[in-house]
Each structure stands twice: as C-alpha cells, then as structure tokens.
C-alpha cells in the first residue's frame, strides 16, 4: 500500500479484477422477461403518474447542469432523456435490442448523476433520478454497464467491498494509523471490533487504499471528543457503487454487512465517513434493498457532518483555536446525497463559520446546488467518461469561480475527486479539503492529549 495520496478520480477507480471475463458483458439476445419483470416491479402508482403526467412544460431543463453547460441542447433536458429511456422501456413493454440498451447506457450513466436538482423546478415532482435508476437496472440486467461499475459490483461480491481491500490490509491501515497519530494525540487507538460502543464507524475503501490519513484524522477527532467508538473488521465499507449501477442485489451486499457488524458489535449507531453515496445507501436505499420494514436501517446511521456540528456547534466537545480558523476564503460544496437528498446543508454551513473567518456561499446553494458534475458514480465509471465530465463541469467550475474562494469544502469522496479535477482543468486556484481535515487543524488539543516531548 503507497503512503503517498493519490489526488483526482484515479484514487477512486475500483481495482481491476484478476479475471476479465468475470466482467465481461453477456453475449445477446437480450432477456426480454428480466427486462419485463424490471419494469413490473417498478410500475406502481408514482411510475405510472409520472409517465403519464409530464407537460413537456420545460421547467426542468434550466435546472440540469449537462442542459446548461452544453448550449441548452434540448436532447439534454431531464424530461427528455427520461423519454428516450424509461419513457420508451415502458411504451415498448421492455421489448427491446442490445443496440437500444447501448444507446440508453449513453444516456443513464453519461448525461446524468441522478442529482435529483430537476425535481426541485417540476411542478409535478417527477423524480427524473428515480426514472432514470430503472433504465440503469435494465441495462444492467443485461450486463449493459460502464466498466468501472462493473469492477465494482466484482468486488463487493468477492470482498465485500468495492475496491476488494482485503480484510488484513484494512487492519493493518487501522493499526498504522494509530500508532502515527499517537505520536500527535496521546493514547489515541483505533479500537477494532470493540463491542458495545456508541458509534462504529465506517469508511470508503479508498481510506485504507489511497487517503489512509483520513481515517487518522478521524481518530484524532473522535479521541478528542472522548467518544466511545471502533471500526468492525467486517462490515466496514459504507460506499455502495454497486447503487449506481441499478443492481439492488448487489447492492444488498455491502449494507446487510455493515448493519449486521452493527448489530453484532451492539453499536448504538453508525457513523459514516464524509461520504454522500455511502450516506444515501445506509440511511435510506439500504432498508428497501433488505426488505427491512418501515425502510428504516436496524442501527441509525449518522454522517460524520452530523456528528462534527454535535460536537462543534451545538455542545461545543471540541473547541477551535480562533487563531487557527481559515482566513482564506472559502465556500463550500453541498454533495446531492448530503445536501439535497440528505438534508444537512445547513449544519454543513453552520460548520463551515465556526471553522472560516470568511465563508461565501455558491449561487445557487443549500439543496438548490449543482452537482459538482461527479456524482451518480460518473466518477468510479472511469477515464472513458473523464472529457464530458470535465465539459459538464464547467456549470459547477463558474460557481466556484465566482466566490473568489480559495479553499473548497467538500463532506464527500466523491465531489473530492471531482472539483481537484475541476480545479486542474478550469484552473480555479483552490485547494480541496474535507471537514476532518481542517478541524484537526483548528481544534484546540486538550493539555491531557498533548504528547510530550519525551513521549508521553
Ligand atoms: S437528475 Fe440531475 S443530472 Fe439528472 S437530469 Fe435531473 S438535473 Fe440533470
Ligand atoms: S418540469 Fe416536469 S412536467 Fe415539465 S417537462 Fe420537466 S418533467 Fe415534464
């Protein structure tokens, strides 16, 4: 495992697997029946309004950040792409060609990241993103996806995680971790498999894989904190790719295996990494993927901007040096799956002035943002859709610019990756950091945690 960090969407490409047929697409003909019963399961009341209901009214278009930053080519509006896909699987009664799911797979995974923003402005509230999951859960029924997802999907089924980290390279990063933070924060642990406590918390596999000083940052927080908590040897990847490629079975995988370490290990909560997707699937997919009544998860799952507004802003457990806040300027992203569809945009920005001396919002912000143009797993689908994302970035890019900020909060992996690269290609002059990041710079270490110069 390299110390050195990788920066950009290559740190998030799912690990190749050693098999390439094991990702290969299946030879046609196409399975009419699976398709058909895809699209009966998903036939209810809402699917059948929002089908029949659309005004071809437009009002969705401004609202899509492919439509903006490609000259309002009408083929890029949200009511549009969902006709040419769902739209049609329904009107053929799912009598389709491999050529026609080629073409849709153009569409569902490169011209939109489900950012749900378009159902904000339709007056009806048809839920695009929901519409446009069933076409991905078509095309994948027929092995029909980008590769990258494809990887992904691999490797939970072999590791039970998306990169196939292996269960001694994720304990060892743990231990390593803790022994180099100790050396900052006296009697810091990473406790493994510790029954009982109030949070056991789970990370994105590129952690341990690429930014192994994430889950150090973390540990130096939570050891402030004083907080009763551990990681589980199993169970410990909240991500979920495999929620991006439509594939709800697989997708099944990743969260049965936390919410069970969870129970296992009588956690109170868990407490998910600064991630939007892994938040989304744990919280609120993850339940229906199970069959779990009411869709609530077994254990509640709490994202790590909750926990640091707890902390900070609400019962003040950690204390920032005001000498250390963030003079630069600095804005921040709302990830989709945080901010929109996870509703804590304002505890984000709450965060964000009680560690910067001068944040500026984007225009438009709060639920209201642009998708930084990565999500919907664009990011782990890999280099062949890199150009477009970049070209569907700009939206994003000019609202960044705009603020004059310097520094660039982003509470995801996912928007991380995406605004460094947007940052290089748009040459914005920001540099990207996540909460854990700057509030281990910022808090004030308690005289009992300071290490002494002997050690101790
Ligand atoms: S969900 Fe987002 S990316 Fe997809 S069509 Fe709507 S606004 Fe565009
Ligand atoms: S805003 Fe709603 S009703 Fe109007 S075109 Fe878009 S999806 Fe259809």
Known sequence: MSEQAQTGAEATEAKPTEDPKAVEAPA?????????????????????????????CGLCAESCFFYLAHDKDPKLSPAYKVKVTTGELYKRKGKVDRAWLEEAHEVIWGQCTMCRRCSMFCPFGIDIATMIGVSRAVCN????????????????????????????DWTETCDWMAEEYAEEIAGLEIPIDKKGVKYMYTVNPREPAFYPQDLGQMAQILHVAEESWTVPRQGWDGTNLAMFAGDAA???????????????????????????????????????????????????????????????????????????????PATLQDPCNVSR???????????ARALCTDFRDMDPNCEYNHCCGG?????PMGA???????????????????????????PCHNCFDQLNDLNKEYELGIKVLSFKEIITECMIIPEKFIVSDNGD
């Not at 077994?298 to 806040?325: S, T």
């Open 341 to 351: 569809n996870g509703g804590l945009w304002q505890m984000m920005r709450d965060l």
């Open 28 to 56: 046609a003909p196409v399975d009419t029946k699976k398709i058909q019963q895809i699209l009966a399961a998903n036939n209810g009341a809402r699917m059948r309004s929002w089908l029949n209901i659309c005004a071809h």
């Open 250 to 328: 697989v997708a099944a995988i990743p969260v049965r295996n936390m919410y069970q370490a969870a129970i296992d290990l009588e956690a109170e909560q868990i407490l998910m990494t600064e991630c939007g997707h892994a938040y989304r699937s744990g919280a609120f997919e993850g339940p229906y993927w199970l069959g779990l009544p009411g869709g609530r998860p077994p254990v509640p799952v709490k994202h790590a901007v909750q926990l640091f507004w707890e902390y900070i802003v609400r019962d003040g457990r950690i204390k920032i040096d005001p000498a250390k806040m963030i003079t630069e």
């Open 141 to 168: 029924s027929q092995g029909v996806l980008p590769e990258g997802l494809a990887r992904a999907k691999q490797n939970i089924i072999e590791s039970g995680n998306q990169m196939a980290v292996s269960e001694e």
């Open 375 to 379: 999500g919907g797993g664009f990011i």
């Open 384 to 410: 062949e859709f890199k150009a477009r994302r970049m070209q569907s970035g700009r939206i994003k890019a000019e609202q960044i610019k705009a603020t004059g900020a310097k520094i660039m909060i982003s």
